[in-house]
């Protein structure tokens, strides 16, 4: 039997089996790595690990980790706290403000995973205060960030020129960019729709009540570590370093951040910078951070490295670890060029879009785009479909399916959210990546490549 085929079915048995059984699909994914890599493929350890983002690890551990020691102090709750006040009675504006948040560090040229690793833990946090469907929130976030994947000043617009111009094909910039902005603007729409946009509006007065009476325990509670002191039977709870009350109106009123809070928040800025400007790796850099915190405040953070969601990383590293084994045997490869010996050249750019949506729903868009695109270059020389209506759907088709929990942008999404929710919010990043992984080819296809066949 092939490889190629043993590694497909192995990939379709981790999911069946860690779906019907409580086992981890990460670590199913590094068995099976194991297991075909050293009975099939005849690899060394060495050779098997060569899959392991190592990249995709630091980034997961230092970003969870300085968010958690965040979370722990009360700088998160402090920062959400502000949010609600300028908000106010808005809370049906606040998906689409989380969208368009999450749509500006990819515009000005961030890669995904950059920006929703510093936007993700607030957006959440956000949403709930408002009592927002998380579901809707996370995926805001995530189509939010997709909005921007193909600025003329992000990467992933660079690669996809850089791929298309060395087979002498021109791609138009502006279709690349508006078309991929559009699709996920649609997107944007039919995730406020189903996933509680009316419900919102109907009930404007009610989430804001909800929203302002968790101020006070709530920032209270985690400015102090956890530690809600109270006064007199009747009076509000209170803590250090979060809110105070009224006294007229036992309205919650904010009070200034502590030291280690304003230190904390100057980091995570320091970190946002860093990475969005300055293109430091932000895994490495979210990771020093979080180290010099809870060695300078130790009390502070007590606890605190147990917000790193390593069933999260563990899942992510094992599914990565399997898929970059498959690429390394070149199943992908095989995939692509049987589809491009078809020889229709309409049915070749729906199937590549397929492969690319379906493949990149557990690999890096990135790299999937600079295998596809070169097997598009043949036929898209011929005239017969044009260029950069080929070029858009497959870079559609190939980054929509980000908002599964396999990607970095997912992971990063899905590791911020309450631990008691993440089970919950998987399924539907599951449910949502494999309709988009479906409905993207076939859209792109009917929208962009059909009205430009010749």
Same mark, same amino acid.
């Given at each position: 039997?092939?490889?190629?085929?043993?590694?497909?079915?192995?990939?379709?048995?981790?999911?069946?089996?860690?779906?019907?059984?409580?086992?981890?699909?990460?670590?199913?994914?590094?068995?099976?790595?194991?297991?075909?890599?050293?009975?099939?493929?005849?690899?060394?350890?060495?050779?098997? =690990?060569?899959?392991? +983002?190592?990249?995709?690890? !630091?980034?997961?551990?230092?970003?969870?980790?300085?968010?958690?020691?965040?979370?722990?102090?009360?700088?998160?709750?402090?920062?959400?706290?502000?949010?609600?006040?300028?908000?106010? @009675?808005?809370?049906?504006?606040?998906?689409?403000?989380?969208?368009?948040?999450?749509?500006?560090?990819?515009?000005?040229?961030?890669?995904?995973?950059?920006?929703?690793?510093?936007?993700? +833990?607030?957006?959440?946090?956000?949403?709930?205060?408002?009592?927002?469907?998380?579901?809707?929130?996370?995926?805001?976030?995530?189509?939010?960030?997709?909005?921007?994947?193909?600025?003329?000043?992000?990467?992933?617009?660079?690669?996809?020129?850089?791929?298309?111009?060395?087979?002498? !094909?021109?791609?138009?910039?502006?279709? *690349?960019?508006?078309?991929?902005?559009?699709?996920?603007?649609?997107?944007?729409?039919?995730?406020?729709?189903?996933?509680?946009?009316?419900?919102?509006?109907? &009930?404007?007065?009610?989430?804001?009540?909800?929203?302002?009476?968790?101020?006070?325990?709530?920032?209270?509670?985690?400015?102090?570590?956890?530690?809600?002191?109270?006064?007199?039977?009747?009076?509000?709870?209170?803590?250090? #370093?979060? !809110? $105070?009350?009224?006294?007229?109106?036992?309205?919650?009123?904010?009070?200034? *951040?502590?030291?280690?809070?304003?230190?904390?928040?100057?980091?995570?800025?320091?970190?946002?910078?860093?990475?969005?400007?300055?293109?430091?790796?932000? #895994?490495?850099?979210?990771?020093?951070?979080?180290?010099?915190?809870?060695?300078?405040?130790?009390?502070?953070? &007590?606890?605190?490295?147990?917000?790193?969601?390593?069933?999260?990383?563990?899942?992510?590293?094992?599914?990565?670890?399997?898929? #970059?084994?498959? &690429?390394?045997?070149?199943?992908? $490869?095989?995939?692509?060029?049987?589809?491009?010996?078809? #020889?229709?050249?309409?049915?070749?750019?729906? =199937?590549?879009?397929? !492969?690319?949506?379906?493949?990149?729903?557990?690999?890096?868009?990135?790299?999937?785009?600079?295998?596809?695109?070169? *097997?598009?270059?043949?036929?898209?020389?011929?005239?017969?479909?044009?260029?950069?209506?080929?070029?858009?759907?497959?870079?559609?088709?190939?980054?929509?399916? @980000?908002?599964?929990?396999?990607?970095?942008?997912?992971?990063?999404? =899905?590791?911020?959210?309450?631990?008691?929710?993440?089970?919950? =919010?998987?399924?539907?990043?599951?449910?949502?990546?494999?309709?988009?992984?479906?409905?993207?080819?076939?859209?792109?296809?009917?929208?962009?490549?059909?009205?430009?066949?010749?």
């Amino acid at each position: 039997m092939s490889i190629h085929v043993i590694g497909v079915v192995a990939l379709v048995l981790v999911f069946v089996v860690g779906t019907l059984r409580p086992v981890s699909i990460g670590a199913l994914s590094l068995v099976a790595t194991f297991l075909i890599g050293t009975l099939v493929a005849h690899e060394t350890v060495d050779e098997l =690990l060569a899959g392991f +983002p190592a990249d995709l690890f !630091v980034l997961l551990v230092g970003v969870t980790y300085l968010f958690g020691l965040a979370a722990v102090n009360g700088t998160i709750e402090w920062i959400i706290d502000r949010a609600v006040r300028l908000f106010g @009675d808005r809370p049906a504006l606040v998906p689409w403000l989380i969208f368009v948040f999450s749509a500006v560090p990819t515009t000005a040229g961030a890669l995904g995973p950059a920006g929703v690793a510093m936007l993700a +833990p607030l957006c959440l946090r956000l949403g709930e205060r408002y009592a927002i469907d998380r579901r809707m929130t996370a995926l805001m976030v995530m189509h939010g960030s997709c909005v921007g994947n193909f600025s003329p000043l992000n990467g992933l617009a660079i690669i996809v020129q850089k791929a298309a111009g060395a087979g002498g !094909v021109q791609v138009s910039s502006s279709a *690349l960019f508006f078309g991929n902005a559009a699709y996920n603007i649609v997107l944007g729409v039919v995730i406020y729709l189903c996933f509680g946009g009316r419900t919102l509006l109907r &009930e404007r007065h009610t989430r804001v009540a909800t929203a302002a009476a968790t101020v006070t325990a709530s920032v209270g509670a985690a400015a102090d570590g956890g530690r809600v002191s109270t006064t007199t039977a009747g009076d509000p709870p209170r803590a250090s #370093g979060g !809110v $105070d009350s009224d006294a007229e109106g036992g309205s919650p009123r904010p009070t200034a *951040l502590r030291g280690d809070q304003a230190i904390t928040l100057l980091v995570m800025l320091g970190v946002g910078v860093g990475a969005l400007v300055f293109d430091v790796e932000i #895994g490495f850099l979210a990771l020093v951070a979080a180290v010099a915190l809870h060695a300078v405040f130790p009390k502070r953070f &007590e606890a605190a490295e147990k917000k790193i969601v390593w069933s999260v990383v563990l899942l992510i590293c094992g599914v990565t670890t399997l898929v #970059g084994a498959m &690429e390394r045997y070149g199943t992908i $490869d095989a995939v692509g060029n049987g589809i491009a010996a078809i #020889g229709v050249p309409l049915l070749i750019a729906f =199937l590549l879009c397929l !492969v690319g949506a379906v493949t990149s729903a557990f690999g890096s868009s990135a790299g999937l785009l600079g295998v596809l695109i070169p *097997l598009a270059v043949p036929f898209l020389v011929q005239g017969e479909i044009g260029a950069t209506a080929m070029i858009v759907a497959l870079a559609i088709s190939a980054t929509v399916v @980000d908002s599964t929990p396999f990607s970095s942008v997912g992971a990063l999404t =899905l590791a911020n959210a309450p631990e008691p929710a993440r089970p919950a =919010l998987f399924r539907t990043m599951i449910r949502w990546g494999i309709a988009m992984a479906v409905t993207a080819p076939v859209l792109t296809w009917l929208v962009f490549i059909l009205p430009s066949s010749s």
